[in-house]
């Protein structure tokens, strides 16, 4: 089946402590995104990769590392978490040019505290 | 600035009535306009999409979407609600400004509740 496999689902971590969301794709996609879901300000795109060693940041990307050594994978890095960054977070990844819709994960909801 | 709106927070539609989401949007230039639903504790799933060519665009679920050029607008129909149906609706245009990126301007969402 082809999906998009993001973990974990729920994080709740400590201001500081550094953590990685997994997002993992089967579809051999060159295009890859994270997204974050806030109430009342919809999704806002971190950082997108267009093909392996290819990354760059999108709207809101400060707090926030990537990096795509493998083209199925693609890590969302919080190296200091803050509470500002308790969101929805949402993996997508799509073929670039086709004008195709993008196949998100499931989400990771992280709290921060 | 590009922008896409949702005017509407939430609809309610009883079960087997017509339901229409409304999404009007600004963009420069031909728009490429999509729709997404996300279930809860889901990712978004891709419902449809409008690049050019024929007004009425049937997408996934018997749901069907209207472009409408001089209104800029793209609304979401179904002519018969499913309580299944109920779910958060996403409007989205491509950023023709981003260049390669593959960026998608959001309209903050339409939650939809069909009532049995």
């Known amino acids: 089946e082809a999906q998009v496999t993001q973990n974990p689902r729920y994080l709740i971590t400590v201001t500081g402590k550094k953590l990685t969301v997994t997002c993992s794709q089967n579809?051999?996609?060159?295009?890859m995104s994270w997204y974050r879901q806030d109430p009342g300000l919809g999704l806002r795109q971190i950082y997108y990769?267009?093909?392996?060693?290819?990354?760059d940041k999108g709207d809101v990307p400060e707090g926030y590392k990537v990096s795509r050594k493998e083209k199925r994978n693609f890590p969302l890095i919080l190296e200091s978490p803050s509470p500002n960054q308790t969101s929805l977070y949402f993996c997508?990844?799509?073929?670039?040019?086709?004008?195709?819709?993008?196949?998100f994960g499931s989400g990771t909801r992280l709290t921060v505290v | 600035a590009q922008s896409v709106a949702q005017p509407e927070d939430q609809v309610n539609v009883a079960e087997g009535n017509p339901l229409t989401v409304k999404c009007t949007y600004s963009?420069?230039?031909?728009?490429?306009l999509f729709w997404y639903v996300q279930y809860p504790n889901r990712g978004l799933q891709f419902l449809l999409k409008?690049?050019?060519?024929d007004n009425l665009v049937k997408g996934s679920y018997g749901f069907e979407a209207e472009f409408n050029k001089s209104q800029t607008s793209f609304h979401l129909k179904k002519p018969s609600a499913l309580v299944s149906d109920s779910a958060l609706y996403f409007c989205?245009?491509?950023?023709?400004?981003?260049?390669?990126?593959?960026?998608?301007?959001w309209g903050l969402g339409t939650s939809l509740a069909v009532n049995p």
């Open positions: 963009v420069s230039g031909n728009p490429y």
């Open positions: 409008y690049i050019t060519g």
């Open positions: 997508a990844s799509g073929i670039p040019g086709t004008a195709y819709g993008y196949t």
């Open positions: 989205a245009v491509r950023d023709i400004n981003a260049g390669n990126n593959r960026k998608l301007i």
């Open positions: 990769s267009m093909n392996v060693e290819v990354t």
């Open positions: 579809m051999n996609h060159e295009y």
